[in-house]
Each structure stands twice: as C-alpha cells, then as structure tokens.
C-alpha cells in the first residue's frame, strides 16, 4: 500500500479544491478536525459546499473565513454558546457573503449519507413528514410508498456524495489504516460516501497496531486519500480517551464573534497569524496541557486469535 | 428567580422533566437540561430507563462529570453502546423510542417549534442554528417533550417556520401528513408545564410553578392560553429529586 | 437493568413460539447458533419462517427437523459441502413438508432488515435488477426513481422484521450487554429489526467487562430479550478468539443427511437423543477440546478516560 | 487430470483466476478458489489488490492458514476491516469494487447463472442453495469472473432462471434492465477460459487450458461455441505464481 502521510498542508493544498462540498468532522459534538477548519481559512478556499450534522463552531469560522457558498446541513451554530454569529452574518446580511442553506435534519444528513456511501437512488424517510423542511429544501420529495395500498407518504432524500472528508481518529498508520473510539456519528456514512478521505490522525502507530484489531477501524484504507498527524487536531473538540473539550475557547470565540471586527480579530490571532497546528498548540500552550487526559479506562481485553 | 430559596427555576424544570420518564422507558436525550433530566430520573423513580443521545451514545447511568455537550468525554466511558446517529435515529424511526426531548427559539399553540429561521426562510430576519436531530425526534418519538424559556415572543400563536411537528393545526392534521404516532406530550418552560388537551390537542396550562400564577403565565403567553380543569401549582422538587440532581451537578451548574 | 440470564431451554420455550420468524444468526458463516437449532428442533416448533443470509448447514437441519414453513433467504446448504439434503429434499419432494421459498439476495436480505430496523418503509435497491429473482419473489417491486427524469429503474424491497433473533457473542453479562468481535454480517441488522433478541453467550461476565469498551458492543442490552450461557453454542461453526470450525463435523452432517434415513440417524444421535447442549459438548468431548483457539492475538490497548 | 505433472487443473484455474486482477483494484472475493486467486495476486503482480468478503472482512496479506469458509478465524485474524455485509456490499453498489468473483451450476452465453433451480422455480427438479452475494456481486462489479466446472449440462445454451446476471439476451439487455455498468469479463472453467466478444457480449473461446483444445473444449459447452481470433492454448503457471501459492496452501488442499 502507498505511504498516505503528508503534511496537513499539502492534503488541504492537493485534496480539496475551490468549489468543492465538504464534511468536517462527523461526530456531532467531538472528534472536530478544527486543524483543517483553521488551514481551509489560511489556504482562502473558496465556494466550499460544507456538509455538515453538527460540527459546532467549525462550519461558522468558515462562514466568517469567507470559504463557504453553502451549507448542506442540520445546525449550524455554537454548541456551548447557541446562535453562530458568522452564520447569522451571512444568512441576514450577506456578510462577508450570501450563503444558500440546504436544511436537513441529522436523520435525513445521515440517510442521504448513508444512500450516497450505498449507491442508493435515495433514502426513504418518514421523518421530516408535515416539517418545513420539505419547503425550504427542495431536493426532499414526498410520494405514495408504492408497496402499500392505503395513504402512506414517504419522503426521498437524494443521496450526498460529499468531494471531500476530513475525519479525526485517535491513531492510523502511515498506510490510512485507522482506529476511531467513541460515538460515531456519521464518520462512517461521510467516509464511504466522500470520494476523497482525509484523515487527522492523533498518533501514527505501526500498521500491525491497527491490524491487530480491525473491528476498531471505522472505514477501510482503501477509500483514505492521506493521512496527516495533527496532535490535538480537533481543538477545542474533546477527543475520548485523548482529548477534553476546551470550553472556555468555545465561549471566547462565542464572544469575539458577535461582530465582525471582533470575528476578525479572533481569526487573526488563532488563525491567519499562525503558520501552522504547531504554531496554535505553541500559542495554546499549558492551556493545552490542562486539557489532555492523563487518567487510564482501559477496555477489556479482546483476543483474535485464530489457532 | 421564581423559585423558593433551596432550588432554582432551572432546577426545578430539571426535576419536573425528569417526572415525565417513566421507569423503563427508552427516553431520546437532548442536550443540557434534558441530560439533567434523564440523570434525576434515573437516579430516583425510573432506575430502568434508557438514554439515547443522538451523537451515537447510550447511557444506563448517568455520566461522572459535568457535560457541555451530549458528546463531551464523560458521557462516552462506562456507556451501553457508542454506534453512530443512523443506527439511533433509525430505532428512533423504528418506533423504539419512547419518549423524546426538544428545544427551540419559538413553539406554538399546537406545539410546533421553530429553531431555523424567524421571518421568511428565504431571507431570514434572524437565523437559528437549525433542526440538528429535533425534527426527527418531534416526528418520530412516542412523545415529546419541549424545553422552552417562557415569553410572549417565544410562545406565539403560530410559527413562522415549523423545523419540528407538533399538531400542525390540529392534531388530525399531524396524522394526515402521515405520521403514526408522537406529538407533544408537555411543554415545560421556566413559568409553567402546558399540556396538549382536547381533540385538536391544543396547549393548555397544566400547572404554574411556584411564584407564578395562571395569570402571569397567560400573560407571558402570545396566545389566548386556556387552562386545564385541574389546573395547579407545579410541585416543588422534592427531597430524594434534590438530591440526585446535587450528585449529578457536582459543580453546581445548574444552582446559578 | 432487570437479569436476563436463563437456561437456553427456558428462552426458545418462551421467546420463539410456533410460526415465528427466525434468524438464527446473521454473519454468514461464522458465529451461527447451533445450540439454539438443536433447541429448535428438540422442542418441537413449527411452522418457522427462517431468515437466513449464509447460515451453513443450520437452516437445513431445521429444515429436516420439520420445524420450517418457509425460508427467507439468500442461500441454504452446507459452506463447505455444497448443496442442503434436507433444503433439496423439503423444495423437491416435500420431504419432510413441504416449505415455501422467498429468494433473496445477501445484500436484499441485509437491506431488508436495514429497513426493518430503521422504520424504513422500503429499501431501494439497484441489485436485483434482471434476475428472476425479482420473479420468483413477488415481494420485490421494479419502479422508476422518481427523483430523475431519465428511466432509472429502482427495486424496492419490504421491510423484514423477525420475531426473534438469536445471536451468538463472544461475552455478555447478565443484562444483555454483549461484547461481539470479528465480522459483523447482518447481525445488527438483525439485532435492531428483531421483535425480540436471546443472546448466546460464550462467557457471562461483570457489567464493568462491557461498559469497558462500548464501541465493542454491536446491539444495545434494551433490544435483548434473554441471555444464554452456552459454551461452544456455535459449534460446529467457528468463533474468532474462542473456537476453530470443525470441518469435520459438516462434511460428516453432509454425507448422512444424503438420504432422509441417514439423516434421522444423525438427528437422533447428535440431537433428539441429547437432553441439552452440555450433553452434546460431552459427547463431543476431546474432540471440542481440540477446536478451542489456545493463541494469543491480542488487541491494541485503547483508553477511554475522560479525565 | 488435464494440466502438466507440476500443477493441477485447479492451481492452473487459480493462476488464471489471479492474473485477471490487476494491482491496486478492489476485489469482491468470493469462497474457495477465488480466495486463492486473491492471495497468488496479492504475493505476485498484484501487491496493492484489496480484498471484500461479503461477511464483512477486507483483508490486504492473504490468510495464514487453510480457509474452509471466507468467514474462518485465519481471515479475521490481522483483517484490514471487520464490519458488516450491508457496508460491504452498498460499497459494492456504490461502484466501489473493480472486480468480482462468483461461481454457480448453469452457466449461459451470455454469462448468466443460475445457482437457484434446476427446471421451474415452483416445482424445481433440483433445488441449489440460492444466490447468498452472487446476484449482488454479478450486478454491481465492474466486471465479473466467473468460476465454473465445464460440462455440457453446466455450460448451456440459456439457463432455466437467471440468478446472476450477465448480458441477459446480450449487452444491450443488461443496460436497458438498469445496471450501468459491469458484466462477465472472463469464465474460467476447468478446460478454458471465455471472454465476452462482440456486440452482444456472447461467451468466445479465449484458451484452452494445456491438454485441452478448441475441439475438446467445445465439445464440452452446450452451445456452439465461436472462439476469440487470436485464441490460444493458456499459459501455464509460472515458477513465481506456483510459488505464491503452495505459500498460501500450505496443506496442498488445491494439488489433490
């Protein structure tokens, strides 16, 4: 197999081009690639269709950044803090640039994921029936389930098949073999439906780490395009067994964000000033250190042995 | 502060939440109060309760340590299963929910809530963060209950903009769009507990909590709120709920 | 958590009733639960309707047994032998009854109960389209996708949902917590999708054992109906980490149940004539002792501490 | 014994089997010969070929040990991935897979099989096991191989139910059911191998394998088999790819 590991820069730079749709994170709340948030802003792509269930902050620094054309997803916003200033920005008063929003709800995000990884002509719902959803989206279309005879509305949800995704793993070898603990999302819908994965990887391991326990990866190799080794990559997201959630750089961004000026202050300071991950978790500094998780919940041990 | 000296209003819309689970019941859990809730619930009269948090966790007991967010560590170690939204989502379709909380910036008079757009979608006067999985769980729970804070602008007779299914116009109208089940069980703001009542099941006050009164609270609402027979004033959290929620907010979070 | 820990014998009497539908496991070749076939068929049931991907040589020896009305399912015989006597002898002589089919494809089946499990109304499948198995299986229905102009045929498969699953894990405790390891096939699919689930287990331990790692467990304990401590219960199939395949055994089944006689011969040696499965690992004897896996594969170390 | 003292009719069919994957592809494997097929390639030309196995198991190294099913503990040990047939097989569907193996009792010319009933499917005269993945795999690859006995009541002019399918009544057949892409590239048969020729994609003579001929092979098909201009006798296995695979046999179970 290729050695995938390259330099986060360079994935960015090669993988993901003006114009594409994107997930970012697909676990909700955790395991938030905000490296690559920050090096999407640095690189000034543009016109990014952001798929998105709930990456918290990450898709309004976006908005703020000026990268975003659209927003294929179910909540935009700030987790901790509510409202997403930028997104508000951009939605009412086309700063710093109109936005069109596709709303889903997670289920539908997940199904339409779900019907792009499978190769299905769409997802049947019955979710999203009588919401109004189904006006300002669409793309949704109710119809008669052909299988019954009596009333029986079902809404279809066309199958998303995002460019690119960027997905955090606490370890993967050089090769794009991975591990990835904790609720899942929809990282695994996003990673076989994405024609081109890229994966943020905690720790690089030796491959017969990962092989040594091959119900713990979450998609296969075969679909990663590179992997790039960002320690503390999903700051300020927390990262199980690695990583606590940074609230209060949560709730400063909240807060620097409710104007523009103070947007960009903030951007200048955590991103556009910064060269690289390195250079923030430099600027992190003990405040990183207070997040990291030191203490020990093993899981039981698993043998596979076949002899 | 409407509450007497030993809780606060938010303490106990914790513990008035947590008294509509009951024991054994698959509950879908939303983010802050409704953790709470489901903690209170499980720690006193619903011991066999179940938590689904649509991130992809399920919980029999209530996490060790504060949570900011339903994904947050501390919710993860020592779950019952850690599997993704579809799989959740999916029971949640599947009908093996029982019960399901949601929030929101604005509900109606049939319980409709709003959390994506105030004013034309097409071009919004505010824009809200959106449904995240709220419109799956108002559609497709068994019950729901929303979580809201209690004012005229929040309360309002008709929505703008229906993220998540309450009765629609009535409840006749939730069945015809072709859902099977579900609709709002309780709304539980920080003034009252409304309840859906009658055959069009509108939202009536069920009870005030204590410091208000069936006057405040229809003067807080945006529409015409009418009252139940047996309306009355909420009980106070008592001593056992107390206690659980002090154990599950060590910090004291939800005592400010 | 109520204790779901009964005596196998208890749980097929009480949880699989006459006319019932089965899957007796889901992940093809492995992991099939034996001891719950032999069950089956010592306790009399009937008119079951078997769902089946792969399940080896189970459905045939149910099938034989008398105890199966219909089979849903991509394939019956015997993996390593090839064709089912029992399965041949039911669909062409009515031997011991005679057996309704409905034809499946393993992926139709999986999205079948995917659709079961998710409250799906129909799965759309692009699979099945020219096989006569859309013809020899009436519930499949060919439509046009409508979410596109140009003809694009779509099959729509119903909803399958069993009334009972039994599964075999490697470890589960008294609850229905369950840790499971190797390939998964459609046995989540079967666990969501089933109206009720009896877990047999390899080796009941605490609670803590499972909660320890929770991204091992691959149905969540609310699902579970029964819990069943069998030791080899999925003899002779195998089961990574504990227990090789006896090919032995199956070739064996396989020349016996040639002809009905042979098969009523082996039925009541290695069956009827067994009051449970302890007597049948007795009977066994060294010979199971030399299926157990003695080796050490273990899995890489993961840390789920949040603190 | 068709072959040459130094392999057997099943190493040659295997080495066949193993060529027609190139590097780097994604390989839906099927049971028995084909999982061997994939462990020669992988150790020979073919380094980079991952493989699927329907149960839910992706492997890059072959399995240390004899696979009597694709589901047996040697191919789970040190797997790529273990996870489900529906992440698999949607993969599959999703046009993720380059090639695909599958096997049956009746073969046609047009590369349809039949692995359900022999006669009508109401009143089979000999029920088969079914389909298990292969309709999916003839369906959804982006080609096919198919692994077959050659024999003229297997190899026959149309067979009675089309479980797998392959040009139907030829190519243009298999596009207007709605599959967009794939089909039979190659049937590899203890005697020979055929290849879709032509408009319709019938079934030519590719090769004979050594002691065979075109006469002998022929005679052996049901129908009247048209054979490729440039056919040939096919290459025996080479010194490197017998090596590969006496490394993964190593119990000699395919030179019996």
């Given at each position: 197999m290729r050695d995938k590991l390259v330099d986060l820069k360079d994935a960015i730079a090669e993988l993901v081009r003006d114009g594409d749709s994107v997930v970012l994170g697909a676990c909700l709340e955790p395991m938030i690639p905000f490296a690559a948030t920050h090096e999407l802003i640095r690189q000034g792509k543009r016109d990014l269709a952001m798929i998105a269930p709930i990456s918290d902050a990450s898709t309004d620094m976006l908005i703020g950044g000026g990268c975003v054309a659209k927003v294929i997803g179910a909540w935009v916003g700030n987790v901790s803090g509510g409202l997403g200033h930028n997104y508000r920005r951009a939605a009412e008063k086309r700063?710093?640039?109109?936005?069109?929003?596709?709303?889903?709800?997670?289920?539908?995000?997940?199904?339409?994921?779900?019907?792009?990884?499978?190769?299905?002509?769409f997802a049947p719902l019955r979710s999203l029936l009588g919401s109004d959803i189904l006006k300002s989206n669409p793309r949704f279309k109710v119809t008669q389930n052909p299988l019954v005879d009596q009333p029986?509305?079902?809404?279809?949800?066309?199958?998303?098949?995002?460019?690119?995704?960027?997905?955090?793993?606490?370890?993967?070898?050089?090769?794009?073999?991975s591990h990835f603990w904790g609720n899942t999302g929809?990282?695994?819908?996003?990673?076989?439906?994405?024609?081109?994965?890229?994966?943020?990887?905690?720790?690089?391991?030796?491959?017969?780490?990962?092989?040594?326990?091959?119900?713990?990866i979450l998609f296969p190799a075969f679909r990663v395009a590179a992997v790039a080794h960002v320690s503390a990559g999903v700051h300020p997201s927390p990262m199980v067994g690695a990583w606590r959630r940074d609230n209060d750089f949560f709730a400063d961004y909240h807060a620097r964000s409710r104007d523009r000026e103070g947007f960009l202050a903030w951007l200048a300071e955590w991103v556009l000033d910064l060269p690289d991950h390195a250079a923030y978790r430099a600027k992190l500094g003990a405040g990183l250190e207070r997040l990291r998780i030191s203490g020990a919940a093993p899981a039981a041990a698993v043998n596979y042995a076949a002899d | 502060m409407h509450g007497r000296p030993e809780y606060t209003t938010q303490e106990l819309m914790i513990v008035a939440a947590a008294r509509e689970i009951a024991d054994g019941e698959v509950v879908f859990v939303g983010m802050r109060l409704p953790i709470m809730a489901f903690g209170v619930a499980r720690l006193t009269h619903a011991p066999n309760a179940v938590g689904l948090f649509e991130c992809g966790i399920v919980r029999h007991r209530p996490a060790d340590g504060m949570l900011y967010t339903m994904g947050d560590p501390p919710n993860q170690v020592g779950a019952a299963w850690l599997t993704g939204t579809v799989q959740l989502m999916g029971m949640l379709q599947g009908g093996r929910v029982?019960?399901?909380?949601?929030?929101?910036?604005?509900?109606?008079?049939?319980?409709?809530?709003?959390?994506?757009?105030?004013?034309?979608?097409?071009?919004?006067?505010?824009?809200?963060?959106?449904?995240?999985?709220?419109?799956?769980?108002?559609?497709?729970?068994?019950?729901?209950?929303?979580?809201?804070?209690?004012?005229?602008?929040?309360?309002?007779?008709?929505?703008?903009?229906?993220?998540?299914?309450g009765y629609l116009g009535g409840a006749a109208e939730r069945a015809a769009c072709g859902l099977r089940r579900g609709g709002p069980a309780a709304v539980i703001t920080d003034r009252a507990i409304l309840?859906?009542?009658?055959?069009?099941?509108?939202?009536?006050?069920?009870?005030?909590?204590?410091?208000?009164?069936?006057?405040?609270?229809?003067?807080?609402?945006?529409?015409?709120?009418?009252?139940?027979?047996?309306?009355?004033?909420?009980?106070?959290?008592?001593?056992a709920e107390l206690e659980a929620l002090h154990r599950i907010d060590r910090d004291g979070f939800w005592r400010r």
């Open positions: 700063v710093p640039r109109s936005i069109a929003i596709e709303d889903y709800s997670n289920f539908a995000l997940g199904m339409a994921l779900t019907a792009g990884a499978y190769g299905m002509p029986d509305p079902v809404v279809l949800v066309p199958p998303l098949k995002p460019d690119v995704a960027v997905l955090a793993v606490q370890r993967a070898d050089r090769l794009g073999n929809l990282a695994q819908e996003a990673a076989l439906a994405a024609e081109r994965v890229i994966v943020i990887a905690d720790e690089i391991v030796e491959t017969p780490v990962i092989l040594s326990d091959p119900n713990r | 029982d019960i399901g909380f949601i929030g929101g910036a604005e509900i109606d008079r049939f319980g409709n809530i709003n959390s994506s757009y105030i004013g034309d979608f097409a071009a919004p006067t505010v824009k809200l963060p959106g449904s995240g999985g709220a419109a799956d769980i108002a559609a497709m729970s068994g019950r729901v209950l929303a979580i809201m804070n209690h004012e005229n602008h929040r309360l309002v007779p008709k929505v703008s903009y229906v993220t998540s299914v309840r859906p009542h009658g055959p069009d099941r509108e939202l009536h006050l069920a009870s005030w909590h204590p410091g208000e009164s069936a006057e405040s609270v229809s003067a807080n609402t945006g529409w015409s709120l009418r009252r139940l027979p047996n309306a009355h004033e909420t009980p106070p959290p008592g001593a």
